[in-house]
Each structure stands twice: as structure tokens, then as C-alpha cells.
């Protein structure tokens, strides 16, 4: 896993859980990066693990019981640190196997799965936590190469023919469906990938933020590879 290498200013990286989660977003920084080079086999646990459907969640207790090489247990270890760290800093992981994620079509001309471009919303201070130990790792894009959907002329024509109504309400129907929490990139956006065994902690839009929140999407999964992912 290879060290990633920052330079902008809406992220900023840590070498440590302590600042990761203690460090304060500020201008334009709303993505924050533990940046890490980690040991162990994370696709032997990867190959434990045979589920129906596109996700399973696994658990502590499920990957204690699990007979590895040394490798493979040096990856574990790493895996329950991770999960107790953020249990203690008072956050909801879940790990997860993931083999692709569900597509919304209910509306053609604007999907709202998190294949888009999106920003995480919550109505308490919160921010989002994500690590990709295997498989395809996520993205994100700087705001300034962004474009909030429901602002682009065309696809706001659409959205106010599938409202219909005359009545006004029309900004409460695009937060209902989250259509405003979704972003087009510019032609010339450049994403950053992720990477692999970085833990990173995003601004999300929430009452008290005072930074922009964080636009970032799941990867369209490579066939065949299954994605162990910790999300919160």
C-alpha cells in the first residue's frame, strides 16, 4: 500500500488517529487523510467471507473466528484496532463486503446512488469516515470543480417538470429526494483517488459546519473484485 502524496488545499494529512479526528476544518480544507502504509493480507479475509447479495457487514467476533496466515492475521488486527478506535471516539463503523452497490432509476436523467458525485448530510454535527483496505477505492473532487446538479439549467428544467406542482415547495421536493445533494464534475476536475488503507474523515453538510462539505463518490467496482470497505 503506498503512501499517498497531498497537495492542495482541501486536504490536509495526519499521521495519526489523535489528529485525524481532533483537527479543526478550516477554509477550504473539508477532507482529512491519516495517511498510512499498512501490512498484511487483506484479500485472505476478503476470500473467507462467500455471501449471497451485493454486501454482507462483517463483525469482530466473525473475524476472530476466521483461521489465517500470519498475514492474513496482521491484516485482522488492523482491521479490529480500526473499529475500536472509532467505537471509541464515540462513531458507528461498519465493515463492509462489498461487490457493488444498488442503482437508483427511479429517475433516468438523475441517478441518486452514491456511483454520484454527493455530499453526506446530517442534521448534528457529524463527519464521514472511510477506509478501503481492498478492491477499488473511492474518490472525491475539490468543490471548485463541482457543479451542484440542480443548478445546471437543464437538468432544474426536468426536475420542475417531475414536481409538477404550481404551489411553490419545489426547493423542499429537491432536499426530500436529495436531489441537492448531488454534483456534476467539470470537464477539467481532476478526482483523488483515495487509495488503500488511508483512513479518511470528511466534512458533511450539518447545521454547524463551517466549511463546505466534502463531494465524493464510490467507485464503479472492478468485475469480479470484492471491496472491503470501513464507513461511518
Known amino acids: 500500500m503506498t503512501k499517498l502524496t497531498l497537495s492542495n488545499n482541501q486536504i490536509q494529512t495526519v499521521t495519526n488517529f489523535h489528529d485525524l479526528v481532533s483537527t479543526h476544518f478550516l477554509g477550504e480544507n473539508n477532507a482529512f487523510c491519516w495517511n498510512r502504509e499498512l501490512i498484511g493480507d487483506f484479500s485472505e479475509i476478503v476470500k473467507k467471507v462467500d455471501f449471497e447479495g451485493n454486501m454482507v457487514e462483517l463483525g469482530e467476533e466473525e473475524l476472530r473466528a476466521f483461521q489465517l496466515s500470519e498475514q492474513g ?9 480500526d473499529l475500536k478506535l472509532l467505537k471509541a471516539h464515540g462513531a458507528s463503523p461498519i465493515l463492509n463486503l462489498i461487490k457493488y452497490y444498488e442503482r437508483d432509476d427511479a429517475f433516468p436523467f438523475f441517478p441518486t446512488d452514491v456511483y454520484s458525485y454527493h455530499v453526506d448530510r446530517s442534521p448534528i454535527p457529524t463527519d464521514t469516515f472511510l477506509c478501503t483496505y481492498h478492491g477499488d477505492s473511492s474518490e472525491l473532487i475539490p468543490n471548485s470543480q463541482a457543479e451542484q446538479k440542480i443548478l445546471i439549467p437543464e437538468i432544474r428544467h426536468e426536475l420542475q417538470k417531475l414536481y409538477g406542482a404550481e404551489d411553490g415547495g419545489f426547493q423542499a421536493f429537491l432536499s426530500e429526494y436529495f436531489f441537492d445533494l448531488h454534483y456534476q464534475a467539470k470537464p477539467t476536475a ?3 483517488n483515495l487509495g488503500l488503507g488511508h483512513i479518511w474523515r470528511l466534512a458533511i453538510d450539518h447545521p454547524e459546519s463551517k466549511v463546505l462539505p466534502c463531494v465524493h463518490r464510490a467507485p464503479l467496482e472492478t468485475n469480479g473484485q470484492v471491496r472491503l470497505m470501513l464507513i461511518c
Open 73 to 81: 492475521n496482521l491484516a485482522r488486527e488492523i482491521l479490529i484496532t
Open 190 to 192: 481532476t478526482p483523488v
